[in-house]
């Protein structure tokens, strides 16, 4: 279930640290996991006899973002936090990744920059219908202004 080599591959995260499979989670989180692997696996409104019910239920379900926001939410958080702690100096794993080439240079450099946006700032941010990308956090880090094309749409800012 887990895309952590897409992630590594894709240059999102760096190469997992040893020990990361027997990390220990927060029980909220292993239980939020356990809620959505529930949803999942089972499909309630498969048994329903009104096939119109059934629709509507999908339809609303497929319209909702409201868990997709709460987990970016809860990703960025956890992309600061790496930041914060990488702000506290090179140490332990972090220094083994450093040393060995593991960890991209640059993701670690935005997740420093991430963990540099004042506390109620990146808040603020998050709070935001949809969730800010990490895109968005380093502009707001570096002070960037917003880069729009002739439609409108948001340009690509590359940091690195």
């Not at 894709?10 to 529930?38: D, I, K, N, Q």
């Not at 969730?131 to 917003?146: D, H």
Request: charged content about 30%; overall charge positive.
């Amino acid at each position: 279930m887990s895309d952590l080599g897409t992630d590594i591959q894709a240059g999102m995260l760096p190469p997992a640290p040893a020990g990361w499979e027997v990390a220990t989670l927060p029980s909220l989180y292993e239980r939020a996991r356990e809620a959505l692997r529930l949803c999942d696996s089972y499909d309630e409104c498969a048994e329903w006899i009104r096939r119109a019910e059934a629709f509507a239920s999908y339809y609303r379900q497929a319209a909702d973002k409201t868990l997709i926001h709460l987990a970016q939410r809860i990703r960025l958080r956890a992309i600061r936090r790496c930041g914060e702690l990488i702000l506290d100096g090179p140490h332990g794993t972090l220094q083994r990744m450093l040393d060995r080439g593991e960890a991209s240079s640059g993701t670690l450099r935005s997740w420093r920059e991430i963990a540099k946006i004042p506390g109620k700032r990146f808040e603020r941010e998050l709070d935001a219908s949809p969730p800010p990308s990490i895109l968005r956090l380093l502009r707001v880090a570096v002070g960037a202004p917003e880069f729009t094309s002739k439609r409108g749409a948001p340009q690509k800012l590359f940091f690195g």
